[in-house]
């Protein structure tokens, strides 16, 4: 297979696209800049100064997690004989994100004017615990840049026959570039962009898919063995455990994730960051539809019949590349070359989201609060910078070592779901939560995931928790959901933690110079802290309605005197 010239090019053109729209984003980013000389410059450039549109704060929400991953796992998942539709659980899990943030996860947020989701570690916990529960979440973005460039890889190599090394590189430089010119609005109004290309670019595909010749209608192969078991999959009871733990995992992690919440933020209220969540629930579920056809029609196809041939791309071990497999083999070459810039679309606006994530708590949490109190709006901008190479330059690396989506997908979900969110419910909604209790929540849930074992990187399990056998493919894997488990003893631990060293100083039962966290002043500063953010939204609110009565009284007396002039 040569070089797809034609290819190239419209990739070409898609690139300089969304290079051209963060360019554009950065200039406007400048100018609210200078408009608004009494606004914090950190809180422009990472959350576009607190007034993102409402339509564009729920196509980048929405961009954000339709990212390479969603797009090609969901059609794998349909593809694999082993699992089917039941097990292609992204879509639905993800309202149940959209919707408990929206309910209960943005209002503390907002009301308290964080700029990351660290900001309440920091304060009830200090700075040290805070830079230690900061690691986890930096690492996970950094592999979920790793991932993202994996499925563009795989798929560029496939379509383009484009070197793997290439097209990760580029696609890297391209995210990169236009991240650092323009942050929070350069990020947002490309995922505008990337987010219409996905949805046009996929349903433009499916039709030729699936009228091929060489593919059967999918209604028949549905619940009927015909080239392989039914796409649409079964649920035993022996796996309702790890489906359970899946589904955990995929609802509940991304709430532990800063991209998530730089949305929230950015919003201009509270009500709008609700709606921005809910309306992001259903795109969701629109944009999956394309994915689990394109897998359907895969599990429909008689391979032999195509220029692709036998073996299968299960039994050759590319299930994970079927969505670019399929555009390659079972639509015509110009509709495939759409194909591809649906995925780079998709992989990007989940790129450009973790390279700001990681590069917001560094520079806000570590650099301004911890290393440089004094550091100037300047200083800061070159630190937000240079956290977003640096991100984006170790996630391009991890590229190079594995070029799995899955195991990316799996460390970076589950310190996520195992370690962060736990540690986030506290924080959020328990007074009673200290910094003795996150260090025996964390301890915990770290040592506990890493005694649990992992097949894909190689872990072998110490704990044999209930149902652990070999899996369809012959590898031992854990069937009880052990995540949601490990996630459960953590969060209760922080608690039981927080409350028994609460009482034992509280009380007198050990003496104040051995209370390391500091817990009656550390107490006493969040009391503080909420009573002072409530003060100011409450005055923000008085200041708002007296400049809509202002505004009022202004046209009133303009109109009078225009009437005193007729």
């Known amino acids: 297979m040569s070089l797809n010239v034609p290819g190239l090019i419209v990739m070409a053109i898609f690139y300089l696209l969304i290079l051209g729209t963060g360019i554009w984003a950065s200039m406007r980013s400048k100018k609210v800049e200078r408009k608004c000389t009494g ?6 450039t990472l959350l576009a100064g607190r007034n993102i549109n409402l339509l564009v704060g729920i196509f980048t929400l929405t ?53 990351t989701m660290m900001d309440p570690f920091q304060i ?16 996970a973005d950094v592999l979920w840049v790793a991932r993202t460039l994996v499925s563009l890889g795989g798929t560029m190599s496939v379509i383009l026959d484009l070197p793997y090394v290439y097209s990760i590189c580029i696609s890297s430089v391209v995210a990169i570039v236009y991240t650092l010119l323009g942050g929070l609005y350069s990020v947002a109004y490309t995922d505008v962009i990337q987010l219409i290309l996905i949805f046009l670019s996929l349903w433009i595909c499916v039709p030729f898919m699936m009228t091929n010749p060489n593919s059967m209608d999918i209604t ?18 022996r796996d309702a455990g790890k489906w359970i733990d899946d ?107 973790a390279l700001l994530s990681s590069a917001s708590m560094f520079s806000s949490n570590i650099y301004k609060n911890i290393i440089r109190n004094q550091a100037s709006d300047r200083e800061i901008q070159w630190v937000i910078r240079t956290s977003v190479v640096v991100c984006g330059l170790a996630g391009t690396a991890l590229t190079f070592l594995d070029n799995s989506v899955l195991v990316f997908w799996l460390v970076g979900v589950d310190m ?17 939560s200290n910094g003795y209790g996150a260090s025996v929540g964390y301890l915990l849930a770290l040592v506990l995931r890493i ?80 009573r002072v953010k409530k003060e100011e939204s409450k005055k923000d609110c008085v200041e708002a309605k007296e400049a809509v009565v202002n505004k009022q009284l202004l046209d009133t007396s303009c109109w009078t005197e225009g009437d005193d002039g007729n």
Request: glycine share 8%.
């Open 416 to 432: 996520s779901y195992t370690i962060m969110f736990p540690q986030l419910v506290c924080v959020l909604f328990f007074k009673v």
């Open 124 to 139: 009830k916990y200090g700075n040290v615990l805070s830079s230690l529960l900061i690691f986890p979440a930096l690492i």
């Open 451 to 530: 005694l649990s074992g992992e097949p894909l990187i190689n872990l072998p399990p110490v704990i044999h928790f209930p149902g652990f056998r070999k899996d369809a493919e012959g590898v031992m894997t854990q069937f009880f959901p052990f995540r949601t488990t490990i996630m459960l003893t953590s969060l209760c631990s922080i608690l039981v933690a927080s409350g028994v060293t609460s009482d034992i100083f509280n009380k007198g039962l050990l003496s104040e110079r051995w209370d390391v966290f500091q817990i009656k002043r550390s107490q006493a500063k969040v009391t503080a802290l909420t």
């Open 39 to 44: 606004s914090d410059g950190m809180e422009i």
């Open 247 to 353: 589904f955990m995992v995929l609802a509940l992690g991304g709430l532990a994730y800063q991209a998530f919440y730089q949305r929230i933020l950015s919003a201009s209220s509270y009500t709008q960051a609700q709606v921005t969540c809910f309306a992001s629930s259903a795109f969701c579920l629109v944009l999956g539809i394309p994915s689990v056809l394109v897998g359907a029609v895969a599990a429909s196809t008689d391979w032999n019949l195509t220029s692709y041939g036998s073996p299968t791309p299960y039994e050759r071990g590319q299930a994970g590349s079927i969505l670019p497999i399929a555009l390659q083999y079972l639509t015509p070459s110009y509709v495939s070359i759409i194909g591809i810039g649906a995925v780079s679309a998709a992989v990007m606006s989940s790129m450009d989201s």
């Open 220 to 237: 028949l192969t549905a619940f009927n063995e015909t080239f392989q078991a039914p796409w649409v999959g079964k649920l035993e009871l």
């Open 63 to 115: 961009a954000t997690w339709v990212g390479g991953g969603f797009i090609l796992g969901i059609a794998e998942a349909v593809y694999n004989p082993t699992l089917g539709l039941v097990w292609a659980l992204m879509p639905v899990p993800y309202v149940l994100t959209f919707f408990l943030g929206g309910f209960f996860f943005a209002k503390p947020m907002r009301e308290n004017k964080y700029v």
